[in-house]
């Protein structure tokens, strides 16, 4: 079940003006892997730190420090979460946090959405019971992909 979403946005030239002004800012909000990026990317990883913020509703439980976005062997990014900010987002019963972001134009944006919670039945499954048995690692009865196959999970979900 969704049970947050965030998104937002970010102008680059701003960022990389702070960035600037505050260069220790970097190493404060992003993983020495992440801090060899492109500002622009970096704006982007910033955008979905926020969006992060959002989607739980807030900074309450949540280091910067302990969020880092990492990619896929396909590219598709998705977040490692490590230490308190790991804990708060189980303790909230999230499961699998989604992650889109791009950047053009100037700006980068991200968008998350997390998921906590029984997933509701899939047409031709009898009842909820029946979806509260499956787990995010359970193959769907149509196909060999596991049912969380549209994001990854959280690292604490792991």
Do not use: C, Q
């Amino acid at each position: 079940m969704i049970v947050g979403i965030g998104v937002d946005l970010v102008d680059i030239e701003r960022f990389e003006r702070t960035v600037e002004r505050t260069p220790r800012l970097l190493e404060r909000m992003f993983s020495p892997t992440e801090r060899a990026l492109s500002l622009r990317s970096l704006a982007a990883r910033y955008a979905a730190r926020e969006a992060l913020i959002k989607a739980l509703g807030g900074s309450d439980g949540l280091r910067f420090n302990e969020v880092e976005i990492t990619p896929e062997a396909s590219g598709r990014p998705w977040f490692t979460l490590t230490g308190s900010t790991a804990a708060f987002v189980a303790e909230r019963g999230i499961t699998t946090l989604h992650l889109s972001m791009s950047h053009d134009a100037g700006f980068a944006i991200a968008y998350v959405v997390a998921e906590a919670g029984t997933e509701l039945p899939r047409s031709g499954e009898p009842d909820a019971a029946a979806a509260a048995t499956r787990t995010s690692s359970t193959p769907r009865p149509d196909t060999e992909a596991p049912a969380v196959a549209s994001g990854a999970p959280t690292e604490a979900a792991r």
